[in-house]
């Protein structure tokens, strides 16, 4: 059997080759249309988002920047919210959220899921309605507790036998009452990275269904004054294009669905399918779209109804990155070039660019492939198999493994890479020290900063000395 290399998987038999599924394209200069937002074309080898060519926009915000296509934020926003009309549509604000993006949100008539006080802290700044926020989390604090609670959040997602018992003195404490949902684990394999898989046994979040924990929870939720049972919730994953594993899931908790109401005597009125919908990073991805999605999941939770002889919940979901990921691209500024000679006379060429994983840290943690353009002139150079860096003391400090670009790539190039949306903002560091670069909106040919760039007083204005 094979090993993994112990340098890690970009010394493996086989790197230098690049990954099977990528090609060498006719034209280096070409898009790829599914990796990138709808307004994003390119012209003379110059990448335009929004009708702001990415030259434009870099003299005016700097490098590196993430670029937010508003237009196609709101256009995937809304085509969740149409194909899955008869259900209430969560945005994961985990994958990216700010205030921008939350009024966005608020005005498009979609709800939003929140996993921490400070996600909750956003949704009040944009005066998002509270009675359309879900609150997730597996150790939710009292203080986001009694927040939650406060505020009068539609629903909390309850995740263990403690949260239940600090919501209930909570709730009784203040004299209010609150929606709840208990998160169940169906046990389900999501065929996904391991630290996204999130349905299997084995894991922090919900109450197994297995171990009978999840109907011991909805028993104490119902008996429990001040909580309001709404339904069940399960999640079981992320970035996940086969639907057979929302089959599974499906399955087992309607069939505790029905228990419940066989054994507690309670017919939950609703039912949260999650999120976790994936999209396309590179070529080899194929992800559906939410019309197609939407039929797919109805037909499934129908039939099984009809199977156990219940009425179908109101059900809901929660995509994140299946809206806001191919809504980004960071474009980055070429620093330098350098060929390496390895074992063979095999060379391999690494482009630096200004950031790295301190604003994308994905590739470095879950192995996650990205692909990469020249952003700011043509070029009639072949093209060759290339590996973008950051400028971190990190040997594992790569954005893109493998990608071709021009052979005559050379500093001051801009590079982009798509598909930055989810998760590359929401889990960026100051890592060396790097200040966090800023989120610039274009629409209609116009930029306007969503999130501003940190600057180095914000970087030591936590920093208090020994004096």
């Not at 870099?58 to 296509?69: C, K, Q, T």
């Not at 197994?208 to 924990?213: L, N, P």
């Not at 840290?361 to 692909?371: E, F």
Request: glycine share 10%.
């Amino acid at each position: 059997m094979p090993t993994a290399h112990p340098s890690g998987w970009a010394h493996a038999d086989g790197a230098l080759r690049g990954p099977h599924w990528l090609r060498e394209p006719s034209d280096p200069d070409a898009l790829v249309p599914l990796l990138w937002s709808r307004t994003a074309t390119k012209a003379d080898g110059v990448l335009s988002v929004g009708g702001v060519p990415l030259p434009e926009l870099v003299r005016e915000h700097g490098s590196p920047a993430y670029v937010l296509d508003e237009a196609d934020f709101r256009g995937r926003a809304a085509a969740f919210r149409d194909a899955f009309s008869d259900y209430e549509v969560y945005y994961a604000g985990k994958a990216f959220l700010c205030t921008t993006v939350a009024r966005w949100l608020a005005e498009d008539g979609l709800s939003l899921d929140v996993c921490s006080g400070g996600e909750l802290a956003v949704a009040e700044r944009a005066g998002f309605p509270m009675e359309r926020i879900g609150f997730h989390g597996n150790n939710k604090t009292l203080g986001e507790l009694e927040r939650a609670v406060e505020l009068g959040v539609g629903r909390v997602i309850v995740d263990s036998f403690h949260e239940i018992e600090r919501l209930t003195a909570i709730t009784a404490e203040l004299g209010r009452s609150i929606g709840v949902m208990v998160r169940v684990t169906a046990g389900v394999e999501a065929h996904t990275h391991e630290y996204i898989a999130t349905a299997h046994e084995d894991q922090k979040f919900g109450f197994s269904i297995a171990s009978g924990d999840a109907l011991d929870a909805v028993r104490r939720v119902h008996d429990a004054p001040g909580l309001r049972l709404l339904g069940l919730h399960s999640h079981i994953g992320s970035q996940i294009f086969d639907t057979s594993g929302f089959e599974v899931a499906a399955r087992r908790v309607l069939a505790l669905h029905a228990r419940v109401v066989e054994e507690v005597g309670v017919e939950l009125p609703e039912m949260d399918l999650g999120g976790g919908f994936g999209i396309a990073y590179t070529t080899q991805d194929d992800p559906s779209d939410p019309a197609q999605l939407a039929t797919e999941i109805s037909k499934i939770v129908e039939h099984e109804c009809r199977g156990l002889g219940i009425a179908v919940p109101r059900l809901s979901i929660e995509p994140g990155r299946a809206i806001v990921g191919p809504s980004m691209c960071t474009v980055y500024e070429v620093g330098t070039v350098k060929e390496v000679a390895l074992d063979g006379g095999a060379r391999r060429t690494y482009v630096s660019v200004d950031g790295g994983m301190s604003d994308n840290i994905r590739t470095a943690l879950y192995d996650a492939d990205y692909s990469a353009t020249i952003a700011s002139r043509p070029s009639g150079a072949p093209p060759a198999l290339s590996r973008v860096v950051g400028k971190h003391c990190e040997a594992g400090d790569i954005v893109v493994k493998d990608e071709f670009l021009p052979g005559d790539v050379r500093p001051g190039d801009l590079v982009a890479v798509p598909g930055t949306g989810a998760y590359c903002r929401s889990m960026a560091s100051n890592y060396n020290h790097a200040l966090r670069p800023p989120v610039i909106g274009v629409r209609d040919g116009k930029t306007f900063t969503v999130l501003r760039r940190e600057t180095v007083a914000d970087l030591l204005a936590t920093d208090v000395g020994n004096s």
